[in-house]
């Protein structure tokens, strides 16, 4: 019994270390908005909700219209 409970012990452990390894790693969005003539109005909130979005769920939003 004592065996198996430090078994547990350990995956337990392991689990919790390899989950903080992969929050800690932030991914990149980059949004690309270049227009020549006629501009959308949405362009400017989809950016804003994005960015919103990305705070919440470990990326990180980069917006640019230089191509």
Do not use: Y
């Not at 350990?10 to 932030?26: E, P, Y």
């Not at 003539?37 to 990180?60: Q, Y």
């Amino acid at each position: 019994m004592k065996k198996l409970t430090w078994i547990l012990f350990f995956i337990i452990a392991l689990m919790q270390i390899s989950c903080q390894g992969q929050m800690k790693q932030m991914k990149n969005f980059l949004f690309f908005s270049k227009t020549v003539e006629f501009r959308h109005d949405s362009i400017e909130p989809a950016i804003a909700a994005i960015t919103g979005l990305g705070g919440g769920n470990n990326f990180k939003v980069f917006h640019t219209e230089d191509a």
